[in-house]
């Protein structure tokens, strides 16, 4: 069973860092792209970061110098370090990941997980 397992997030003061992590398990061949998605309360879910082939790298101009996504290949986990955070930023963070395994193509949804920027 292939699947997006996540982690980090919870509560930061503004200003603070968080750093999340989002691993790939299961009988995977590769992964083609992989990204960060937030939805904050009464909006729609909206993508953050993504990164391509390990290098190609978009980000969302809301988080644009503060958010660095980032992945280990060797261990197909994506991670996201968000600094210098700010209230705004507080959403249910998830990860997404299309990759392709023997027999088919995939595209999966971590969990999520709340992300609070508060004092």
């Known amino acids: 069973q292939v699947q997006l397992v996540e982690a980090g997030g919870g509560l930061v003061q503004p200003g603070g860092a968080l750093r999340r992590s989002c691993a790939a398990s299961g009988n995977i061949c590769s992964i083609d792209r992989m990204a960060w998605y937030r939805q904050a309360p009464g909006k729609e879910r909206e993508v953050v970061a993504s990164?391509?082939?390990?290098?190609?790298?978009y980000y969302s101009e809301s988080v644009k110098g503060r958010f660095t996504i980032s992945r280990d290949s060797a261990n197909n986990t994506l991670y996201l370090q968000m600094n210098s955070l700010k209230p705004e930023d507080t959403a249910v963070y998830y990860c997404?990941?299309?990759?392709?395994?023997?027999?088919?193509?995939?595209?999966?949804w971590g969990q999520g997980t709340l992300v609070t920027v508060s004092t």
């Open positions: 997404k990941a299309a990759l392709r395994t023997l027999v088919r193509y995939l595209e999966l």
């Open positions: 990164i391509i082939g390990g290098r190609s790298t």
